[in-house]
């Protein structure tokens, strides 16, 4: 009597733990969906991404020259890859405010990139 009793609850564990290995077979199952959907998300970001860029690399090639009107009326060209070149390796980060401790007035800091 007392085995069939040790056996009853064992058994009864022994489903408990087979439906709790279900639920989580499940909640596995439903993590690997979503991240799937997640990964296929941000591929299509990144190549949306990728296609804006080189459109805009298109875009500025371009434009690379501009034209500019003389004293006399005429147009020439100028190349204005120069100015951008240089424009576009100074870059900085965004302000943050300090303090000081002789005034405790506020400082702008720009840091170069």
Known sequence: NDAQKINGKLELKLKNLENMIHQQTHIIQRQDEVSERLKNKILEIETDRNQYHEKLLEHEQNE???????????????????TQSTESTR?????????????????????KL
């Open 91 to 111: 870059k900085y980060s965004i302000t943050s405010t300090l303090t000081s401790d002789s005034n405790k007035k506020p400082i702008k800091k720009v840091e």
């Open 64 to 82: 690379t020259k501009t034209f500019i009107p003389n004293e006399n009326g005429r147009t020439r060209t100028q190349d204005s890859t120069v």
